[in-house]
């Protein structure tokens, strides 16, 4: 309705707009995945170029914080200790990231795993780029999702033809 005068909006005889499901965008992607057009492919060589990069970066920042740690001269065993500890966070960040790409994560899960999650964050970057190589990063999930969606859409909208009072009835 028209807030000014109270009218309808769609003409008369017009069919009202639908409420058809639509699709979720993707970080970096909108919703071009749907289709796979307007750059798609050009976004995906993007972001697994970009993560890539990103990941190299952040691999030069931590060892210039563990040669701040060798120049501290804090001992052996701990610079072990923080060698060890960003190899398990970032493997550990680079699973949950991949499995996040494929089923939807737990908010419960996701909020406790979180300070693992930014110490290991070469592993997530990691995961975007090993995604990016073959899909946009979360595509197989909204796809499954927006094709669930659209097949229960098209089940509610669906129309009988004719009036079901009008039908003849049989005789046994």
């Not at 003409?11 to 979720?24: I, K, L, N, V």
């Not at 050009?42 to 972001?47: H, L, T, Y």
């Not at 740690?69 to 190899?87: C, E, P, T, W, Y």
């Amino acid at each position: 309705m028209s807030a000014e005068n109270g009218t309808p909006d769609t003409p008369a005889g017009s069919t009202p707009p639908t409420t058809a499901p639509r699709p979720e965008p993707i970080r970096f992607f909108g919703t071009t995945w749907v289709h796979h057009d307007n750059g798609y492919t050009a976004r995906r060589i993007a972001v697994a170029v970009g993560s890539l990069a990103a990941a190299a970066v952040s691999c030069l920042v931590l060892r210039v914080a563990y040669q701040g740690l060798q120049i501290a001269d804090i001992g052996g065993f701990v610079s072990l200790l923080v060698v060890v500890m960003f190899a398990i966070c970032s493997a550990l960040a680079f699973r949950t990231t991949y499995e996040g790409f494929t089923r939807r994560a737990d908010p419960d899960r996701q909020a406790s795993l979180r300070g693992l999650l930014a110490i290991g964050f070469v592993g997530s970057l990691l995961a975007y780029f090993v995604r990016s190589l073959t899909e946009a990063p979360g595509e197989k999930l909204h796809r499954a999702e927006y094709e669930q969606a659209r097949e229960q859409h098209e089940k509610r909208t669906a129309r009988r033809s004719g009036n079901p009072s009008k039908k003849k009835r049989r005789r046994t």
